[in-house]
Every structure is written in structure tokens, then in C-alpha cells.
Nanobody
Framework: QVQLVESGGGLVQAGGSLRLSCAAS????????MGWFRQAPGKEREFVAA????????YYTDSVKGRFTISRDNAKNTVYLQMNSLKPEDTAVYYC???????????????????WGQGTQVTVSS
């Protein structure tokens, strides 16, 4: 059973930055894609970003392109999300997961296979 522990969230003003981390334990994830999702109050969980096992391929939902950067450190079994130019609409609980990257209507998203962690709250004030 893989355990995923997210951290790095907080309260930030619009335009600010945060760096999220997700540490995995129980199994090495160096050969599988990892990614981030978020869930805002009253909304369904949505895909945010994914990164291939080698770090060479990255995928983003349109609303975060140019502002967020996903990266990973396979030696630490950890994936990161650097979030810049944050907007109030980025406010959500952020979760990480792992699995295949699949196409969907011209875009790509991560099909999460793991159990969801507790997430980390990101709140962006206007």
C-alpha cells in the first residue's frame, strides 16, 4: 500500500507563490507518472498537473499553464508543484497521486491509482 503525504500549503495573497511537496512511501514510484489534483469547496476533484516517470514529459490543465511547474525527485520518491502567480480560484485542497497519463479530448490527465492522502490546503486571498 502506497502512502502519499502532501505538504506545503498555506495562506497566500493573490500573485504570491507556494511550493507543494508529496512524499510517497511503501513502494518506489520512479517508474510511473505522478501528478497533482485539487478540490475546491463544493466542486469535484480536478486534475492539475502530471509528470512522466523520468521527468521529461509534463502535462497541465489549461488554467495553470505558465503559472505552475511540476517536478519530481525519484531518489526521494517525491513530487513537487511550484505554484506562482496564484489566483483566488486556485484555492483548494491539493492532492497527489500516481498512475498512467491518458488522453482525453485533446488533453492529457493522470488516472490516479493510489489511495488519496489528506491533502494540503491552499488558500489564496484577493
Amino acid at each position: 500500500q502506497v502512502q502519499l503525504v502532501e505538504s506545503g500549503g498555506g495562506l497566500v495573497q493573490a500573485g504570491g507563490s507556494l511550493r507543494l511537496s508529496c512524499a510517497a512511501s511503501g513502494r518506489t514510484l520512479s517508474t510511473i507518472a505522478m501528478g497533482w489534483f485539487r478540490q475546491a469547496p463544493g466542486k469535484e476533484r480536478e486534475f492539475v498537473a502530471a509528470i512522466g516517470w523520468s521527468g521529461g514529459n509534463t502535462y497541465y490543465t489549461d488554467s495553470v499553464k505558465g503559472r505552475f511547474t511540476i517536478s519530481r525527485d525519484n531518489a526521494k520518491n517525491t513530487v513537487y508543484l511550484q505554484m506562482n502567480s496564484l489566483k483566488p480560484e486556485d484555492t483548494a485542497v491539493y492532492y497527489c497521486n500516481f498512475g498512467p497519463v491518458v488522453p482525453d479530448s485533446g488533453n492529457y490527465y493522470l488516472r490516479g491509482l493510489g489511495s488519496w492522502g489528506q491533502g494540503t490546503q491552499v488558500t489564496v486571498s484577493s
